[in-house]
């Protein structure tokens, strides 16, 4: 069983950056597709971005110019760097990874909140 872990949320005024992390339980990082999502209250779980194992991101409009999706298999870790921040953006964010090995597995972090405010 995969388990992630997502780190890096807080509160920020708008304007400021946040550098989520997601730590992925393997040793074969490479075999995953990647994903962050997130959450508002009230709201459907929505798409962020994406990144294949070779490294190609793929973002939602809103987010795209200012949120940067990366992988480093090495450390078996994902990122989210996200810059000019909005209070928009305020959800709790959650890390995905699909099973390229066993297309019937996925697995999801427990999230971490980020609150954009002044």
């Known amino acids: 069983q995969v388990q992630l872990v997502e780190s890096g949320g807080g509160l920020v005024q708008p304007g400021g950056s946040l550098r989520l992390s997601c730590a992925v339980s393997?040793?074969?990082?490479?075999?995953?597709?990647m994903a962050w999502y997130r959450q508002a209250p009230g709201k459907v779980r929505e798409l962020v971005a994406t990144v294949t194992r070779d490294g190609t991101a793929n973002y939602v409009d809103s987010v795209k110019g200012r949120f940067a999706i990366s992988r480093e298999n090495a450390k078996n870790t994902v990122y989210l760097q996200m810059n000019s921040l909005k209070p928009e953006d305020s959800a709790v964010y959650y890390c995905y990874a699909h099973d390229l090995l066993d297309l019937d597995r996925s697995y999801w972090g427990q999230g971490t909140q980020v609150t954009v405010s002044s």
């Open positions: 393997t040793s074969d990082l490479d075999s995953y597709f």
